[in-house]
């Protein structure tokens, strides 16, 4: 079992940055492939950023790509999203989610564990 707990949310102007972290529990997170999703009120969840197990691959939604950079540090178990360039657009609640040997980086039903999320707000 993998708990995942996120922080770093909060209220930015537009044009502001924000570094959210993902801190897992599982005493193997470097074998887990970690993504960040988001879901905008009324709005369906949708992909943000992926980051392989060894942080060697990177898949990004077009439209964070140039503004949002994902990492991680698999000695400290936590996973990144480093947002900068912020639009009232990525207003949303941030999940992270994990998952080993899935097919697909970027389909939610890969994952299957998730934190609880973190809201963002962008708004002037």
């Known amino acids: 079992q993998v708990q995942l707990a996120e922080s770093g949310g909060g209220s930015v102007q537009p044009g502001g940055s924000l570094r959210l972290s993902c801190a897992a529990s599982?005493?193997?997170?470097?074998?887990?492939?970690v993504a960040w999703f988001r879901q905008a009120p009324g709005k369906e969840r949708e992909f943000v950023a992926a980051?392989?197990?060894?942080?060697?691959?990177?898949f990004y939604a077009d439209s964070v790509k140039g503004r949002f950079t994902i990492s991680r540090d698999n000695a400290k178990r936590t996973a990144f999203l480093q947002m900068n360039s912020l639009e009232p657009e990525d207003t949303a609640v941030y999940y992270c989610?994990?998952?080993?040997?899935?097919?697909?980086?970027?389909?939610?039903?890969?994952?299957?564990?998730w934190g609880q999320g973190t809201q963002v707000t962008v708004s002037s």
């Open positions: 599982a005493r193997f997170f470097s074998m887990y492939t």
């Open positions: 980051i392989t197990s060894d942080g060697g691959r990177l």
């Open positions: 989610a994990a998952q080993i040997g899935g097919l697909s980086f970027v389909r939610e039903y890969e994952y299957n564990y």
